[in-house]
């Protein structure tokens, strides 16, 4: 599976972006599809997963209420909407597909996409 994400940018505290991971190759099904950031200077954290088949959301604290991910079996696409958004949430955003939702909360994703960047001024 080869993920293409897309949708970063750079937007004013409050505002809103909308992030999408599209899979070539075949269907995300029956992977867990989700979210993980990296900020400068540390560590990659976790942010929102979902089931592919179920489509069951899980959040990070630090995003629940303000961040929603959803899928598109129609368009093979996992999006991430983020409303909201405080300096804090800039980072790299990575979408990554793997065998559950555990593996992608602990970063150990099967296949990555190639990161898009968001930041967020005050």
């Known amino acids: 599976v080869q993920l293409q994400a897309s949708g970063g940018g750079l937007v004013q505290a409050g505002g809103s972006l909308r992030l999408s991971c599209v899979a070539s190759?075949?269907?995300?099904?029956?992977?867990?599809v989700g979210w993980l950031r990296q900020a400068p200077g540390k560590g990659r954290e976790f942010v929102a997963v979902?089931?592919?088949?179920?489509?069951?959301?899980y959040y990070a604290d630090s995003v629940k209420g303000r961040f929603t991910i959803s899928r598109d079996k129609a368009k093979n696409t996992v999006n991430l909407q983020m409303n909201f958004l405080k300096p804090e949430d800039t980072a790299v955003y990575y979408c990554?597909?793997?065998?559950?939702?555990?593996?992608?909360?602990?970063?150990?994703?099967?296949?990555w996409g190639q990161g898009t960047q968001v930041t967020v001024s005050s």
């Open positions: 190759g075949r269907t995300f099904s029956p992977y867990a």
């Open positions: 979902i089931t592919w088949n179920g489509g069951v959301p």
């Open positions: 990554a597909a793997g065998s559950g939702t555990e593996a992608i909360r602990n970063g150990n994703g099967q296949y």
